[in-house]
């Protein structure tokens, strides 16, 4: 019986470029609606930045969770990488079918909106400042354990990799950098401020 247990494990259902675009666009409504319940009390770009910052974290998961060819089977566990790959930098990837100029630079786009929402998320309170560094930490968190969960789940055919966690930290940092910016032009404390005139 022994190598007939691959066969009958479940394998991973879904999969493919248009579950993903599914999945990004009713995360999107869904993160549409909360923004119109948060704008009252927050303001528009406040509201719209912690709405934003929900869907780019829900497009992360999708992009780097479901298997990118469609479902892919049954994966043989023989074949199931057991470590992460600590190979700093390489090999990587030719291409994704979104960026073909190769996979680290996915890695790294996908996570700069995070990194600037999450500035305009908390650059309404003074104290939301010091928050941000907290933030960064916790989407670095989220980088190690979406390629932890990579690892584990040998089903989705996803491989995890060290390199990837660095690329992620890079575009939250450049995101960072472009939401401080952001906050400057649009300076998301003002709009609600109390009118006495």
Not at 74 to 93: K, N, Q, Y
Not at 104 to 116: D, E, H, I, K, Y
Not at 129 to 153: D, H, R
Request: contains cysteine.
């Amino acid at each position: 019986m022994g190598g007939g247990v691959d066969s009958l494990n479940p394998v991973f259902p879904v999969g493919g470029v248009g579950v993903m675009l599914l999945g990004v666009a009713a995360s999107g409504l869904v993160c549409l609606f909360l923004a119109m319940l948060l704008r009252p009390r927050v303001g528009p770009v406040s509201a719209f930045a912690v709405a934003g910052l929900c869907w780019s974290l829900a497009v992360i998961a999708l992009v780097t969770l479901l298997p990118a060819e469609g479902a892919p089977g049954v994966v043989p566990a023989e074949g199931r990488l057991t470590t992460c790959s600590w190979d700093i930098g390489g090999p990587a990837p030719e291409g994704f079918w979104i960026f073909q100029s190769g996979q680290r630079l996915l890695n790294t786009v996908l996570f700069v909106p995070s990194g600037a929402l999450l500035v305009l998320a908390a650059a309404r309170w003074r104290e939301g400042w010091g928050l941000v560094p907290v933030g960064l930490v916790c989407l670095a968190a989220y980088s190690a354990a979406i390629e932890k969960t990579q690892l584990e789940l040998a089903r989705i055919d996803r491989a995890c990799d060290v390199t990837d966690i660095i690329d992620n930290v890079t575009g939250a940092l450049l995101g960072v950098g472009l939401g401080v910016v952001l906050a400057l032009v649009f300076r998301p404390w003002r709009r609600h401020a109390p009118r006495h005139y």
